[in-house]
T-cell receptor, first 111, second 113 residues
C-alpha cells in the first residue's frame, strides 16, 4: 500500500540555523504533499503544501521542494527560532482527501 | 472564521463501552475526515465524509463508524471499546473532496481503561 518515510525522527539545531526534513513516498499517482506542524496538546497545523505541477514553493522562512521522479520531498526552515520547536509531519494525498502521513520529526531549536 | 471544533476534548471510558465523538467543520467546508493518532502507529486515516456520503475508508475494523449530517457536522462512533483504542482522534475539514487543503481540529483524547 501507500507509504511515506520521514527522516530524521529527531532534529536538534541551534537558533538561527537551518533545518531540513526529508520524506520519500511510494505512490507515484499522488499529486499533493502537505506539511503539518503539531505542538503539544494541539491538532496538526498546515504550514505549507505543494502540488506536483510545482517543484518548489516558499513562504517566508519555510520552503518545500518536490522531486516526483525520485519520489521525495523536503521541508526547509531557515533562521530557526525557539517557537519552531514542534513535531513536523509530511503527508501524501491519496484518493479523495485521504492523507498518508510520515512518522514525524521532533524539531528542537536551542536558544 | 472559526476553526474546526471537536467535542468533547477529553473522554475516559472502560473496555466494552461505546463512544461518540463530534466534529464541526469550518463554515462552508463540506468534507470531513477523521484520523487516529497514537505514539505507536502515528497518524492513521479512518474515513472521509463528503455531502453526507462516506467517500473513503481506512484500514480499521467495523467497530469504527461515522456519519455526516446535512450541515456538514460529523460524528464518529467506536463500539465495544478496547484498550488499544486509546488515542487522540482528529477531525479535519476541507472545502471539497479531492486532495484539498485540510484543516485539523484540536482533537478528542480518548482513554480506555
Amino acid at each position: 500500500g501507500e507509504n511515506v518515510e520521514q527522516h530524521p525522527s529527531t532534529l536538534s539545531v541551534q537558533e538561527g540555523d537551518s533545518a531540513v526534513i526529508k520524506c520519500t513516498y511510494s505512490d507515484s499517482a499522488s499529486n499533493y504533499f502537505p506539511w503539518y506542524k503539531q505542538e503539544l496538546g494541539k491538532g496538526p497545523q498546515l504550514i505549507i503544501d505543494i502540488r506536483s505541477n510545482v517543484g518548489e514553493k516558499k513562504d517566508q522562512r519555510i520552503a518545500v521542494t518536490l522531486n516526483k521522479t525520485a519520489k521525495h520531498f523536503s521541508l526547509h526552515i531557515t533562521e530557526t527560532q525557539p517557537e519552531d520547536s514542534a513535531v513536523y509531519f509530511c503527508a501524501m494525498g491519496n484518493a479523495g482527501n485521504m492523507l498518508t502521513f510520515g512518522g514525524g520529526t521532533r524539531l528542537m531549536v536551542k536558544p | 472564521k472559526a476553526g474546526v471544533t471537536q467535542t468533547p476534548r477529553y473522554l475516559i471510558k472502560t473496555r466494552g463501552q461505546q463512544v461518540t465523538l463530534s466534529c464541526s467543520p469550518i463554515s462552508g467546508h463540506r468534507s470531513v475526515s477523521w484520523y487516529q493518532q497514537t505514539p505507536g502507529q502515528g497518524l492513521q486515516f479512518l474515513f472521509e465524509y463528503f455531502s453526507e456520503t462516506q467517500r473513503n475508508k481506512g484500514n480499521f475494523p467495523g467497530r469504527f463508524s461515522g456519519r455526516q449530517f446535512s450541515n456538514s457536522r460529523s460524528e464518529m462512533n467506536v463500539s465495544t471499546l478496547e484498550l488499544g483504542d486509546s488515542a487522540l482522534y482528529l477531525c479535519a475539514s476541507s472545502l471539497f473532496s479531492e486532495q484539498e487543503t485540510q484543516y485539523f481540529g484540536p482533537g478528542t483524547r480518548l482513554l480506555v481503561l
